[in-house]
């Protein structure tokens, strides 16, 4: 019992000391990628969150530090699919007008595309094809199965 305290002991001032040789650099790799210091931070403390979480495989790495670049690279996309799905869900007013990034403003979208759809209908097209949603989570959201979200969106 002695001896597992002690090697826990051990395995948290071999943390901390990770902690403190990497916690610089990654937090500028972060900052590069992420505008907004407090979704840095965030981004950081999961980051080292999933690294204490799976410490018995890090401690053993040649490159940690490069395993928690490669985690903080998967939460930096994690992060930016969540803020991509939360501006989708903002409603626009009728006279506003945006920009997508192939060009098109939300009225020309609506006259090209959306012209005949429903507001069901829509709201679908928009989720999937701008925002970026999957088969799966419409499926989730409209409580239908899969293959039948996959029909209403080829329709």
Known sequence: MHMQKEETLVDHQVFDELYRKTYADIYKFIR?????????????????????????????????????????KNKIRELNKTLKKLECEVALEKDEYTVNE??????????????????EEKRRFVRYFVCGYSITELANLEKISENNMSVRLSR
């Open 32 to 72: 590069y990628r992420v505008t907004d210091r407090e979704l840095a931070k965030d981004v950081l403390q999961e980051t080292f969150y999933i690294a204490y979480k799976k410490w018995d495989k890090v401690r053993d790495l040649d490159n940690p530090t490069g395993w928690l670049i490669n985690v903080a």
């Open 102 to 119: 192939d060009g098109y403003g939300k009225s020309e979208l609506e006259i090209i595309l959306l012209k005949n759809l429903s507001e």
